[in-house]
């Protein structure tokens, strides 16, 4: 059988899970929730673990795509061996595939961009996208972002252009035993948004599923094979981050993050541009002189 894209089975299980039979979506959240370790046990411990016969396994199986249970195992595999990949585990992979002089770095990294911003669009539901967009232009709900130790810079350049056109957006930053007392501010109305791509971290997983269980609602941003984070989320939106380089790029998370923020803008209206328009007020005596807007105000003053 064709092998499967990346991310295909945990894309598929959310997408199929509505259309199951009670039995097989018994199984089918007992995967999501314990992905992908669950399913990379035998036939029979999965099917004990679920509460489900062998049966209902084979059949879930089948849904999926997979012809039989070997290479349903083998896509796991392939899955956590790509979500486990470090620089240095891909430092020694560049070098065997490095490419020669007629094929410069600048020109496959360029490609893979290209390539990732093109299947973005595909990548990303367009209903999904507006309900993301429909929370973080609501004004009666408090955001809350978190990130990992590189996506959380993703996650305080969002908050920094979010914090221009609407009020009560909270970075969540320190040590990870400071993050709690976030939680202590969060409830249904609350918006929890994470960033996390591979390496996962644990502290994030675990702050995404505690202001879960608080009522929050939790919109994750992450790569292709899905961060378990996932797991406590209410909408997932995903993006590519493999490239040429040894390390994961964070290109196309940034695009997406300021597709994200202009759409809030544009959605927000005159509200967003009234609260830009007094920051920009309150920013004048803090402004430089002769720099920014008041270097140009003076040269239009003078005719320059």
């Known amino acids: 059988m064709a092998i499967l894209e990346k991310g295909t089975v945990l894309e598929q299980l959310r997408r199929d899970l509505p259309q199951l ?21 035998t036939v029979a411990e999965f099917a004990a673990q679920s509460g489900v016969s062998t049966a209902t396994i084979l059949r879930l199986v089948k849904r999926l795509g997979f012809s039989v249970y070997a290479d349903f195992q083998a896509a796991l595999r392939r899955h956590l061996e790509e979500t486990l990949q470090s620089p240095l585990i891909r430092f020694g992979e560049r070098q065997v595939s490095e490419g020669s002089e007629n094929d410069p770095f600048l020109d496959r990294f360029m ?117 378990p984070a996932s797991r406590a989320a209410d909408h997932v939106l995903t993006f590519q981050v493999e490239s040429p380089s040894i390390f994961d790029v ?37 402004a430089p002189k002769e720099a920014g807007l008041n270097r140009t105000e003076t040269l239009l003053k003078r005719g320059d």
Request: hydrophobic content about 45%.
């Open 21 to 41: 039979s009670g039995r097989e979506a018994r199984a089918a959240r007992h995967l999501l929730a314990n992905y992908p370790m669950a399913g990379l046990t």
């Open 111 to 227: 490609e893979a961009m290209v390539g990732h911003m093109q299947a973005l669009r595909g990548s990303v539901p367009a209903a999904e996208f507006e309900k993301v967009v429909a929370l973080l232009s609501d004004p009666r709900r408090d955001i809350h972002i978190v990130g990992g130790r590189y996506s959380s810079n993703l996650g305080a350049y969002v908050a920094d252009l979010l914090t221009a056109v609407r009020g009560r957006v909270f970075t969540i930053r320190g040590q990870t035993q400071q993050w709690p007392q976030h939680l202590l501010d969060m409830g249904k109305s609350s918006v929890l948004l994470v960033f996390d791509v591979r390496r996962y971290q644990q502290d994030v997983i675990e702050f995404a599923g505690a202001a879960s269980r608080r009522g929050a609602t939790v919109v994750l941003l992450t790569d292709a094979w899905q961060s």
């Open 250 to 286: 964070l290109t196309i998370g940034m695009a997406l993050s300021e597709a994200l923020v202009g759409a809030v803008a544009s959605k927000l209206g005159g509200s967003g541009r009234e609260r830009i328009e007094a920051l920009e007020e309150l920013r004048r005596p803090f």
